[in-house]
């Protein structure tokens, strides 16, 4: 291929949003409040040499002929994220063919500032399809880590094959990321998709720990203000697995509701208090703009994360926001989560997967999806397991049969999609999910009350969790011990679910051909451990055409 070379001069950075309410008024006292205890995870070097690069790269959301790359430069050691303070600093950008940079294809530079938390993205065009580079940053004679990226293919092109890593759910305080290291360690990704739930809201201790805060917060409380997203989010960028996996692969990421907090929906969050903490739009202004300042994503509608990306002929990945427009989440029992005037994706956003998926050429239609769609009865289980089940899915505590956080609480919305599925007999949509903590590889059927003699009209893959509780940490049992008994009554009176695993932290790979897509699944041996190894533990796949699973015995 004839490499194209590319000089521009950008100023990127994302406008500035001025939240109504914010903790820290005065930038010398944002620096004196932030300083403690964010310094307590970066590199020795931050305190004393600057410019520096100590958040990483990374690189996100893939075309045929580009790629948008990020960056956190620290201009000055007070500088530190979520201060405000720092002055304004040119940071080059390079892209090369090659690891040496030797051949460099495209070039340019942009300002950080402290109004963009000093974070800088570059939205490099002009680049070959279906191919691997290497970039990095420069600022003030400091170069950052190196890392490799790869385009999408060409939109018309026949592709034998794609792998992506799938993740979602980690929780800084409940252990180690290492299904970042063993995803970076594999060097064959294409992608990989964060399906949630990237960072945290909760103060150190509140969420998910079983009795253990393996390393804590920064900072230590609630974060509920633009100061406090950024430095959450500067916190997970130090993590040497997280760095690792941005610097092997371009990411494709979305939101859950912990970007924000706990059940959000358009109006608020079950973890907001009006007044104590604030408005909740000044509130969801401030995570907006820090997840857009700190993640590389293309907002392609404004302060959202639905869009659609392509990859040649063979898949599309239409990728949902389903906390920015959704209703109220309501309790079980009353008939209202039938409610027709109620909805999970909003009008809008539901008309335009409707659309996509109707008028897509591909072979697979994927969609990026934070909440289970498939339907999901607890069945028969005792009550020791029963409330903690509840607990983990955000269940009324006495047991009932919908978690309404997911599309259980929207069944409308779920309705009309699974109906247009079939209408238009449009084959291979698979939709890919986290946020649950547990791992499930299931059939989406039209009418789950008559399935399997009724049709499935998708499939779904569900991964667990990076590191955040699944069921045996809230009941603090061995791994395993929850599942056993779990798994098959939850089996019985779900018959579309082939498999769950409602104990284990990890990983998926999903690897496309035109035959098939296949979800391979893979376990850490413990989340407490920096040095945890992973192995595989189940893979299932869809068949073109067929719209169900099937068990794999063996990895791809």
Same mark, same amino acid.
């Given at each position: 291929m004839t490499s194209r070379y590319r000089s521009s001069k950008t100023s990127e950075g994302l406008n500035s949003l001025t939240p109504r309410r914010r903790t820290v008024v005065k930038a010398a006292a944002a620096t004196a409040v932030l300083a403690g205890p964010l310094a307590a995870t970066l590199p020795a070097r931050a305190v004393d040499q600057a410019p520096a690069f100590l958040h990483g790269v990374a690189s996100g959301d893939p075309l045929p002929d580009g790629i948008l790359l990020w960056t956190r430069i620290t201009p000055v050691p007070?500088?530190? #994220?979520?201060?405000?303070?720092? #002055? %304004?600093?040119?940071?080059? =950008?390079?892209?090369?063919?090659?690891?040496?940079?030797?051949?460099?294809?495209?070039? &340019? @530079?942009?300002?950080?500032?402290?109004?963009?938390?000093?974070?800088?993205?570059? %939205?490099?065009? &002009? $680049?070959?399809? &279906?191919?691997?580079? =290497?970039?990095?940053?420069?600022?003030?004679?400091?170069?950052?880590? +190196?890392?490799?990226?790869?385009?999408?293919?060409?939109?018309?092109?026949?592709? #034998?094959?794609?792998?992506?890593g799938v993740v979602s759910c980690a929780n800084w305080e409940a252990g180690y990321f290492s299904p970042y290291r063993h995803l970076a360690a594999? &060097?064959? $990704?294409?992608?990989?998709?964060?399906?949630?739930?990237?960072?945290?809201e909760y103060g150190t201790g509140e969420y998910g720990t079983r009795g253990k805060v393996v390393r804590p917060h920064a900072p230590a409380h609630e974060i509920v203000t633009l100061a406090d997203y950024r430095t959450r989010h500067a916190r997970y960028k130090t993590d040497p697995d997280l760095q690792a996996l941005h610097h092997t692969a371009p990411v494709v990421a979305i939101w859950d509701d912990h970007e924000f907090a706990n059940d959000t929906w358009s109006g608020g969050a079950e973890n907001h208090t009006e007044g104590a903490e604030g408005a909740w739009s000044a509130r969801q202004a401030a995570a907006k /703009?820090?997840?857009?300042? =700190?993640?590389?994503?293309? #907002?392609?509608? +404004?302060?959202?994360?639905?869009?659609?990306?392509?990859?040649?002929?063979?898949?599309? $990945? @239409?990728?949902?926001?389903?906390?920015?427009?959704? @209703?109220?989440?309501?309790?079980?029992?009353?008939?209202?989560? %039938?409610?027709p005037d109620r909805t999970l994706t909003g009008r809008a956003q539901l008309d335009w997967l409707k659309a996509g998926l109707k008028s897509s050429d591909t072979t697979w239609r994927l969609v990026g999806n934070s909440v289970m769609i498939s339907p999901f009865a607890i069945g028969s289980l005792s009550a020791d397991l029963l409330k903690p089940l509840a607990k983990l899915l955000g269940l009324p505590q006495e047991g009932l049969a919908l978690?309404? %956080? /997911? =599309?259980?609480?929207?069944?409308?919305?779920?309705?009309?999609? $699974?109906a247009h599925l079939r209408t238009n007999a449009i084959r291979n949509t698979v939709f890919l999910t986290g946020d649950i903590h547990m791992a499930w590889a299931n059939d989406v059927p039209v009418d789950a009350g008559t399935y399997p003699l009724s049709p499935s009209a998708a499939t779904e893959f569900v991964v667990t969790s990076v590191t955040s509780d699944n069921l045996d940490d809230i009941v603090k049992v061995p791994e395993g011990t929850v599942s056993a008994v779990a798994s098959p009554v939850i089996r019985a009176a779900n018959r579309h679910v082939h498999w769950v695993d409602t104990d284990r932290h990890g990983f998926g790979v999903l690897d496309i051909t035109a035959e098939r897509a296949q979800m391979d699944y893979y376990v850490i041996s413990d989340r407490a451990k920096r040095d945890a190894t992973a192995k595989w533990s189940r893979s299932y796949r869809t068949l073109s055409g067929t719209q169900k699973l099937e068990r794999v015995q063996n990895p791809v």
């Open positions: 007070e500088a530190i #994220p979520g201060s405000g303070v720092g #002055p %304004d600093t040119e940071v080059s =950008w390079v892209v090369a063919r090659d690891k040496a940079f030797t051949t460099v294809v495209a070039k &340019g @530079s942009t300002t950080a500032t402290a109004a963009s938390d000093h974070t800088v993205k570059a %939205d490099v065009r &002009g $680049l070959e399809p &279906g191919t691997d580079y =290497w970039f990095r940053f420069s600022a003030g004679g400091t170069d950052s880590p +190196a890392a490799r990226t790869r385009t999408a293919p060409a939109h018309d092109a026949a592709v #034998p094959g794609l792998r992506f594999r &060097g064959d $990704l294409d992608a990989w998709l964060h399906l949630g739930d990237y960072i945290y /703009q820090a997840y857009f300042e =700190w993640m590389p994503v293309r #907002p392609a509608i +404004a302060g959202t994360t639905y869009r659609r990306l392509r990859f040649g002929k063979l898949a599309d $990945l @239409s990728l949902l926001d389903l906390r920015s427009f959704r @209703s109220q989440q309501v309790k079980v029992g009353n008939g209202e989560v %039938d409610d978690n309404t %956080d /997911q =599309w259980d609480g929207y069944t409308d919305d779920r309705r009309e999609i $699974l």
